[in-house]
Structures are given as structure tokens and as C-alpha cells.
């Protein structure tokens, strides 16, 4: 390719919008323009990486023997009805109605119908397992889309789905991809890690997310410094630590009071007493009703190990409003003695504490030396915090949990009999007996996944593509486009190349030095084939390493050999 040729745009100023470095550079580099929030053009340069990661993908996927598909991004609102998600997906999916007035959503996945497609046509055990895949556009309103292509409303996703008749089929299914997804996100050359997560609104019964770790990611990963234990924030179990508090008095209970005391902050200050002696109480709205969480004032509830414990769909912090009704007092004064007609839950390390201070349930006021049971009663002890650094590991006996920030590039489902029971997806097993198909359901954000290479892969001056996704693997630099030697030796190389099927870029524009220099640099093409004075003195170019800055001296019948080896070594 001739970049006076190409569509290249590149710029020197870092857009405004951009808050990441992978979005600067994107859009610095020529790869992708805005059109609306979240919803992006891929421009040629952008495209040729996202085909990368897409090849990668689908190499690993056929490895496994899974079955490439593609199906409709619009889809009919009976099928959504069908599973119940209609009701529960809420704004993220955007529905429109046709010339008939008919339901219809822009698929923000595909769940619904690749079971309806598989109910109509797999009858017998003989037909499973079977695992189909598509690489094809997602769509969904995200409340806050940024990031560029990090966080889009319109993106594009690689999805499989898993259909076995026994778990045990189920299971090596999960693996398989699990395995793939290993190697897919290894070829793509990312520091990544396979994590317990959350299965959210697509529901199921276990799952792992893979994350690229960056500090920029929006991902919390809790992983143990010792065993192999990790896990997303959202998931991340915390191991409940003995305490012993038998023997200890419990003393009088005291109403104090607190002026504008509001925050555990405020208390700490206020009473000179340690955040690990209070205890918050927080009201939710759990589908609808009431719940009252208790959790160490050190602690911080964590909402989806809430929602999971109750399982409930929706849960969210009640309105002021709402908690004044139940506790008689504006936010900021609720504690649990007292509370009538409301769920208590309590996180574990509460069942540990003595003369604990809490709200009143009365403006300005809070209570100290309470106590469990004597004071109030909890209905349910549970683990409902977030993990901390330094917890200690769930699992393994010795290890402290760390924090870390990633990106989620892939996430694995085990979704069970969920979407075969609800759509009445059956097969006639070898006994003669009908039975559900046991799903899974596999994701890649393709965009997402070329902006996290971006993330771990880049310099103050611009993108370090890994060999194996970057958009070209060579760009041929001519110093000075006046000078007829250095241009035919430049276009002599550039010949050759083609002739040996390298990807190569020439930056044939009549343009400075520096600003090319620049500019190879922002696109980060891995190798750099200078042609300057050099080649007209010695009949030499300078072959250099974007990534390490390493260069050789090459003579110019030498320089294709030369790249050769270094890509096959690069690309094996
Ligand atoms: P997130 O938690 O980041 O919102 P999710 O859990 O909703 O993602 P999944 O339903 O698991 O996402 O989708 C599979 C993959 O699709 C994700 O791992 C991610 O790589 C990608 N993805 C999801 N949402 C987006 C988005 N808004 N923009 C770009 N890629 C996305
Ligand atoms: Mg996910």
C-alpha cells in the first residue's frame, strides 16, 4: 500500500474527548472517527487490526470445532418475551417498532435466537454437541458509552453457543472455549488473566470473565498473591475471619448527640472512634421492596452479592424518600434498632462486633454500645462486602487478596437449562427420553479487545503493535522524496516485498522528515525500513524495532531475507 494512496488521517493534537490512551491513539492514528457517542467508523488502518483479532478469533474457534453462523441484528420482540428478558434487559435495549406496529430490538445479543433456531431443528441426541459462532454487531445503549471503541453502544462481538445433552458435555464444551479463549487472547500477544465473574443479566449458573490488566480498565480483579485464585470485584468472595467475642461486656446503649454527622467520615472525626467500631446500614430497593444491608463501617456493601443472595433482578440504593418513610430519619441517621417491617441482612465481619455504633433512625443522633440481639435482630448473615487488599484469600490458607484494574475482553457462560427450559429447546436422548439442551455461551469484544492491545502496547509517541494483530508489519520510509535514488531504492524494496507477500506500507508522501518520523512512530507498524543517505552512499537502509528501538544496518539486496526471518520468527 502507498500511503499517498491510503486513508490515513493522521493528528498531532490529542482529541478532546478522548480520555484514554487507547482512544487517543485511535483516533490520532486514523483507525476510527465518531459518528455519534459509542458509535464509531472504522477507517482502513483501524479495520485491518480489527480483521486481525477477528482471524485470530475465528482460527481457534474452527480449531474447537465450532460452526460459524450470522445471524439478524434486528430481532423480534416474541422471542425476547419468550425468555423473559424483554421485561428484564431494560434500557440498554433498543427497541423501535416496524410499519406494523410490531416489537422488534437491535440485538445486544443473541441468546434468543440461536435457541429458537436450535429448537426448530436439532431433535435428537445424535445432533449434539453443537457450538455455533458468528463475529457480527452488537448493539446496546449503554448509559455512559466512552472509551471509544473500549465501551461502544454499537460494536462487534464474536459470540459461540454450547449445546449438550449432559453436563458432562456441558462441561468440556465450557472448557473447550475456555481453553480457546487462552489462546486467542495469548496470540494477541495480552497480558491477561482468566477471572470468576458475575453471570449478570445473561444469567446462568457459573462463569469467567478474561481480563487484559490495564490500569485504565474499568474492571476491579481481586486475585490472592498466593494461589491462582482471582476474581472479578463483583464476584469476589470474601473469607469470613473467626472472631472471638465471648467474654467481651456488652455495655449500656447510649443515644448520642451529632450535629450534622452524616458519614462514617464525619463520625470518625466527630467521635474520635474507629471506622471498624460503626456499623452501616444501608436500605435497598430489591425488586420493589425494602431490604436493610449491614455492613462494618470499614466495609463497603457490594450490591450484586446482594442481589445474587436474594435473587432478586433489580437492586438499587432506596431514594431519600423512601428512607424516611422506613426509618423516620433523612440518610445519614439509619441504624437497625429499631427498623420494623424490613428484611435485616447483615455482611459476616458484623456478626463479630460488640458495643457498635450506629444511626438512630432520628435526625442528628446516633447510637453507641450496640449490640446484636439484645438491641435488634438480623434475619440473615451473609457475605455482602466487597473484598479489600490484604483480605484473606478465599481459597488457599495463606495467601492475602490483591487489587488490580482490567479490561474485560472475553467472558464464558455456563448458562444451563436457563434459555432451553424457558423457549423449550428438547431432544429425544438415547433412553427415549425428552430432555433440555445444556447451554453455554461464549463473547469477544473484537473492538474492545484491538483498544486493550493498544492499552498495554504503547509509548509517549504512539502505538507498539504486537506483531500478530498489527495492521501492516512494515513501513518503508524514504527520508526525502526529491532525492530519485533514495525513491527507487525505496520503491525497489517496496516491489519486492509485495512480490513476497509481506504487508507493507509506503510512506511515499512529499512530506518533512520529522513529521514522517512522527507519524511512523503514532502508527506503530512493528518494523521500520528507513531509506536515507545511507542507501545512497553505502547502499544501506536501517531496519528498526518499534518496540525496542533496536535498528540494523542492512544492505539493500539483503533487506527482504531479512525481514523474512524476523517476521517468521515473529509470527510463528
Ligand atoms: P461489561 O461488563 O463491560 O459491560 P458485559 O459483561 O455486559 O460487559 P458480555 O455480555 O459478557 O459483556 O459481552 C461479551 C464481550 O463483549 C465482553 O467481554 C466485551 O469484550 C464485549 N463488550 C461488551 N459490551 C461492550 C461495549 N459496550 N463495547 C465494546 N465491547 C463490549
Ligand atoms: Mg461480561
Excluded at 474499568?218 to 464476584?235: F, H, L, P, Q
Excluded at 432478586?312 to 429499631?338: L, N, S, W, Y
Aim: charged share 30%.
Amino acid at each position: 500500500m502507498r500511503w499517498s494512496r491510503y486513508f490515513l488521517p493522521t493528528l498531532r493534537e490529542v482529541p478532546a474527548e478522548a480520555e484514554v490512551i487507547s482512544h487517543q491513539l485511535m483516533v490520532r492514528a486514523g483507525m476510527i472517527r465518531k459518528l455519534a457517542a459509542g458509535i464509531y467508523s472504522y477507517l482502513p488502518f483501524g479495520l485491518r487490526a480489527l480483521k486481525k483479532v477477528r482471524e485470530i478469533i475465528r482460527e481457534e474457534m474452527n480449531r474447537k470445532g465450532a460452526l460459524e453462523v450470522y445471524l439478524p441484528v434486528v430481532q423480534p420482540a416474541e422471542i425476547w418475551q419468550e425468555s423473559g428478558r424483554w421485561q428484564l434487559y431494560g434500557k440498554e435495549l433498543l427497541r423501535f417498532k416496524d410499519r406494523h406496529a410490531r416489537d422488534f430490538c437491535l440485538g445486544p445479543t443473541h441468546e434468543e435466537v440461536i435457541t429458537d433456531i436450535v429448537r426448530k431443528e436439532v431433535k435428537s441426541y445424535r445432533q449434539l454437541p453443537l457450538n455455533l459462532y458468528q463475529i457480527q454487531t452488537k448493539f446496546r445503549d449503554e448509559v455512559r458509552p466512552r472509551f471509544g471503541l473500549m465501551r461502544g453502544r454499537e460494536f462487534e462481538m464474536k459470540d459461540a453457543y454450547s449445546f449438550d445433552k449432559d453436563e458432562e458435555g456441558a462441561n468440556k464444551s465450557y472448557q473447550d472455549m475456555y481453553d480457546a479463549y487462552c489462546r486467542i487472547f495469548e496470540r494477541c500477544d495480552l497480558n491477561f488473566r482468566a477471572v470468576e465473574a458475575d453471570t449478570g443479566p445473561i444469567g446462568g449458573s457459573y462463569s469467567h470473565e478474561f481480563m487484559v490488566l490495564a490500569d485504565t480498565g474499568e474492571d476491579i480483579v481481586v486475585g490472592c498473591d498466593t494461589c491462582s485464585y482471582a476474581a472479578n470485584m463483583e464476584k469476589a468472595e470474601v473469607r469470613r475471619e473467626s472472631i472471638e467475642t465471648q467474654g467481651v461486656e456488652m455495655k449500656e446503649l447510649e443515644k448520642i448527640y451529632t450535629p450534622q454527622v452524616k458519614t462514617i467520615q464525619d463520625l470518625t472525626t466527630f467521635l474520635s472512634a474507629k471506622p471498624d467500631q460503626m456499623v452501616k446500614t444501608l436500605i435497598f430497593q430489591v425488586d420493589g421492596r425494602p431490604v436493610a444491608a449491614l455492613v462494618r463501617g470499614d466495609h463497603e456493601i457490594n450490591p450484586v452479592k446482594l442481589k445474587n443472595l436474594l435473587g432478586a433482578d433489580v437492586v438499587e440504593m432506596a431514594d431519600e424518600e423512601t428512607v424516611r418513610r422506613i426509618t423516620g430519619a433523612p440518610i445519614g441517621f439509619t441504624g437497625p434498632v429499631g427498623l420494623k417491617g424490613i428484611e435485616i441482612i447483615a455482611d459476616f465481619a458484623v456478626q463479630g462486633m460488640v458495643n457498635f455504633i450506629t444511626g438512630a433512625n432520628e435526625v442528628d443522633r446516633h447510637l453507641k454500645n450496640v449490640n446484636l440481639n439484645r438491641d435488634f435482630k438480623v434475619d440473615r448473615f451473609a457475605d455482602i462486602r466487597q473484598a479489600m487488599e490484604g483480605d484473606l484469600c478465599p481459597r488457599c490458607e495463606t495467601g492475602r487478596l490483591k487489587i488490580t484494574r482490567g479490561i474485560e475482553v472475553g467472558h464464558v457462560f455456563k448458562l444451563g437449562t436457563k434459555y432451553s427450559k424457558a423457549m423449550g429447546a428438547t431432544f429425544l436422548d438415547a433412553d427415549g427420553k425428552e430432555k433440555y439442551i445444556i447451554m453455554g455461551c461464549y463473547g469477544i469484544g473484537v473492538g474492545r479487545t484491538v483498544a486493550a492491545a493498544i492499552e498495554q502496547n504503547h509509548d509517549e509517541n504512539g502505538i507498539i503493535w504486537p506483531f500478530p494483530i498489527a495492521p501492516f508489519h512494515v513501513l518503508i520510509l524514504p527520508v526525502n522524496m526529491t532525492d530519485s535514488r533514495m525513491v527507487e531504492t525505496a520503491e525497489k524494496i517496496y516491489q519486492e516485498l509485495l512480490a513476497e507477500g509481506v504487508e507493507v506500507l509506503l510512506d511515499d508522501r512529499d512530506e518533512r522528515p520529522g513529521a514522517k518520523f512522527k507519524d511512523a512512530d503514532l502508527i506503530g507498524i512493528p518494523l521500520r525500513i528507513t531509506v536515507g543517505n545511507l542507501a545512497v552512499s553505502e547502499g544501506k537502509v536501517e531496519i528498526k524495532f518499534r518496540k525496542t528501538g533496536e535498528v540494523e544496518k542492512v544492505p539493500v539486496n539483503e533487506v527482504t531475507q531479512r525481514i523474512k526471518a524476523i517476521l517468521s520468527a515473529q509470527l510463528k
